[in-house]
């Protein structure tokens, strides 16, 4: 069930923001125990470098995220961390 989270994340993500680079990790096994995990959702880190961040704050890249996943937040996902970039930001080494 986790790889095809992974991979739910994934394609809502890319279908979202046609990213140049994009990982999901899921790292729900380090929260085994945790109170949130007891509900079966999963734990989650995003990398994403998309033009769709260019002259966004995180502030804004987080909500752009959590709307792309929509429904994946209530059902799948318990906590999500998020690494959001532009290339261009990349470009000035910031990561």
Do not use: C, N
Not at 10 to 22: C, D, G, I, Y
Not at 43 to 49: A, N
């Amino acid at each position: 069930m986790t790889a095809s989270r992974v991979k739910a994340i994934e394609e809502r993500l890319t279908a979202e923001f046609s990213p140049a680079h994009l990982q999901v990790k899921d790292q729900s096994h380090l929260h085994e125990g945790h109170a949130g995990a007891r509900d079966g959702r999963g734990h989650f880190r995003v990398l994403i470098i998309a033009d769709a961040f260019r002259d966004k704050t995180q502030l804004q890249r987080h909500r752009m995220v959590y709307a792309a996943l929509g429904e994946l937040m209530r059902t799948d996902i318990h906590a999500l961390a998020i690494d959001a970039w532009s290339p261009k930001e990349l470009d000035r080494d910031t990561v």
